[in-house]
């Protein structure tokens, strides 16, 4: 299964081990993000729409539960996952306290913490139907695949994610700067011809007529 677009953040201290947890989500085609404090965690927690992040409790610049506390107070649909060295009792029942959705004892072993992930990154996302129609199109977001007209659509995992975010908006324009935010993550350099190359390749795979609408300015709608 692939999830492009599940969004995540990691937050640990601990470099080896959060930049191997990131490259493993990124494996799995989610947009990943890492940092190694809690006070920068909490800064892009306040600016960016993370479905789920990984949390470790003890990080510099912020405590891990003073992070959780203040993501929870902002209210929102990010799902966190505590990672911790922790593993008494009373931790557990003051992490989920503090508002965490799951909490995972180091060590792990990855393919739980996959499947964590994936469990809250489709718990953070507002109810919608499982399968988005416009038009011909049909984009089915449990098993990840696309048709037109009932023709299956051979998409890569980052076509498929712009494809579906353009479907959710239901007609509205979505700008460049939107699909960079939804399908791929923070390192991408905001001037990247990204957005704008597979748009290329996904209109030609969808084929005539072209279902896309280019909004100069302003960005894209289906």
């Not at 470099?15 to 892009?44: H, I, N, S």
């Not at 993550?185 to 957005?195: K, L």
Request: charged share 30%; net charge negative; with cysteine.
């Amino acid at each position: 299964m692939c999830d492009t677009s599940v969004r995540v953040l990691v937050v640990d201290d601990e470099r080896a081990l959060a930049d191997l947890v990131a490259k493993g989500l990124v494996r799995q085609d989610m947009a990943v993000d890492v940092v190694y404090r809690g006070d920068e965690a909490d800064e892009l927690l306040s600016v960016n729409d993370y479905d789920v992040v990984v949390l470790d409790r003890d990080v510099p610049g912020l405590h891990g539960d003073e992070v959780a506390r203040r993501l929870t107070a902002r209210g929102g649909l990010t799902r966190i996952l505590m990672l911790t060295a922790a593993t008494t009792l009373s931790d557990r029942v003051h992490g989920l306290e503090l508002g965490a959705d799951d909490y995972l004892a180091k060590p792990f072993e990855y393919p739980e913490l996959v499947a964590r992930v994936r469990a809250l990154g489709r718990r953070s996302v507002a109810p919608v139907a499982p399968v988005l129609e416009r038009g011909d199109l049909v984009v089915d977001s449990n098993r990840r695949m696309a048709t037109r007209g009932g023709r299956p659509l051979d998409l890569t995992p980052k076509e498929l994610g712009v494809l579906e975010a353009l479907l959710r908006a239901d007609g509205r324009i979505v700008s460049a700067e939107e699909l960079l935010e939804k399908v791929w993550d923070m390192n991408i350099d905001p001037f990247t011809a990204a957005v704008r190359v597979t748009m290329s390749k996904l209109r030609r795979k969808l084929g005539e007529p072209d279902p896309i609408r280019t909004v100069p300015g302003k960005g894209y709608a289906v």
